[in-house]
Nanobody, 122 residues
């Protein structure tokens, strides 16, 4: 399987971006998909995740109300809508997949995309 993240860019604080993650190969109801991010000099951190067949998503506290994870099953694509962006959201964003429920630990995700850079200027 391959995960291809895209949609990053350079924006000003308060702007919006929508990230996409195209998944090659089949994704099953047993899978969960997540978004993580890594800023320079920092550990990779959880942002949002959801089970592929729906259900409640989970979010990092600091992005609740600003970010929304969703998917298009027909296109096998995962999205992360990011609104009201802040400079502290600057990072490389990665999509990931695991078998099982959505969880916040990056170690529990097996498949990873290559990352897309998001830079938010103040």
């Amino acid at each position: 399987v391959q995960l291809q993240a895209s949609g990053g860019g350079l924006v000003q604080a308060g702007a919006s971006l929508r990230l996409s993650c195209a998944v090659s190969g089949r994704t099953f109801s047993s899978h969960s998909m997540g978004w993580f991010r890594q800023a320079p000099g920092k550990y990779r951190e959880f942002v949002a995740a959801m089970r592929w067949n729906g259900g409640n998503a989970i979010y990092k506290d600091s992005v609740k109300g600003r970010f929304a994870i969703s998917k298009d099953s027909a296109k096998n694509t995962l999205f992360l809508q990011m609104d009201s962006l802040k400079p502290e959201d600057t990072a490389v964003y990665y999509c990931a997949r695991r078998v099982g429920s959505p969880v916040t630990s990056a170690m529990d995700y097996r498949d990873w995309g290559q990352g897309t850079q998001v830079t938010v200027s103040s």
